[in-house]
């Protein structure tokens, strides 16, 4: 489980500082990324107010937040991009003010738009990028073929990287920040402008990282992509943390589930809704889809209300449950849904 901290009072504050509490009073130790009170200030404005969270190894972690909530300078600060304003950081153990060498040799990052070069070819991007980790030429070119074939780019490894899709670069852009096999991978933004097939062909690459034992933190614009890859989710609005938790913990906390119900024939969603109040209590009714919806509980309540239309006489063509959406949680907890955050702010 992700540990959060944040001294800011927000909906969910008192239940972040009980984790913090119970982080110190066990002394745990094996993790993959801290932030420790992280501040940044520019002209006076705190950009980032008090951040705290934790990464245990070989989970993911979703960064998410408004446009300029603050995640990209989170993130700068977590890769000794730009120096917090106070707080700190550890990556694999190293303290990103003491030892950020040591925290560049043990992490990689994948910023919102890929710095690859396009006149050199894909294979030569990677070659570039092993002498100035100052690898041995061998070993880049055993890891750059094998990364090539893990990211499909085999057979575009021999050209220009400026013929590349969106979609290859972004891989490319990430098989180089894998180069050196670091434990950590920081991704900023890493699916902004691809089409939903490169979309989803990028999740499956981070999805063996993460199998294969890799810790990432992950900022994204996308609520699916959270969603879709997030063990824990940290909601960061105007700099401050305001909800942490599993995708499924904050949906609920959004709202109910709700129960929906469609009946097979529009003569019985009178009946049908009469034994639905009498049994879940207040019912909305779509005549035109043929269509009840009610709040439930859980599964829990699909089963027993399944169960008392299954004994009627009211044929029934789908009944299902469904949850609030991260979008939902956004709302809920900022007021506005979730903005296009590419011009969030960019500061060192």
Known sequence: MTQLGDKSAGPMSESVDTVTRMTTATGATDLAI??????????????????????????????????????????RMMTTLSQPTSGTARIAGYDVRENPDLVRSNMGLTGQAATVDELLTGRENLWMIGSLYGLPRKDVRRSGDQLLEQFSLTDAADRVVK??????????????????????????????????????????????????????????????????????????????????GTPLQLKEQAGQASLVITVSHADDLEEATRLLRENSGEVFVEESARQLTASADGLAD?????????????????????????????LSLTGHRAEDADNEENKS
């Open 302 to 330: 699909l089963t027993r209300i399944a169960g008392i239309f299954e004994r009627s006489e009211i044929a029934v063509d789908d009944i299902g449950l469904t949850r609030p959406s991260l979008d939902d949680v956004f």
């Open 163 to 244: 013929t590349y899709s969106g979609g290859m670069r972004r891989r490319l852009d990430l098989a180089v920040s894998l180069l050196a096999s670091p434990p950590v991978l920081f991704l900023d933004e890493p699916t902004t402008g691809l089409d939903p097939r490169s979309r989803q062909e990028l999740w499956d690459v981070l999805r063996s990282l993460v199998n294969d034992g890799t810790t990432l933190l992950l900022t994204t614009q996308y609520l699916e992509e959270a969603d879709q890859l997030a063990d824990d989710i940290v909601v960061i609005d105007r700099g401050k943390i305001i909800a942490a």
């Open 34 to 75: 801290e932030a420790i009170d992280l501040v940044k200030e520019f002209d006076g404005v705190r950009a980032v107010d008090g951040v705290s969270f934790s990464v245990p190894p070989g989970s993911v972690l979703g960064l998410l937040g408004p446009n300029g909530a603050g995640k990209t300078t989170t993130v």
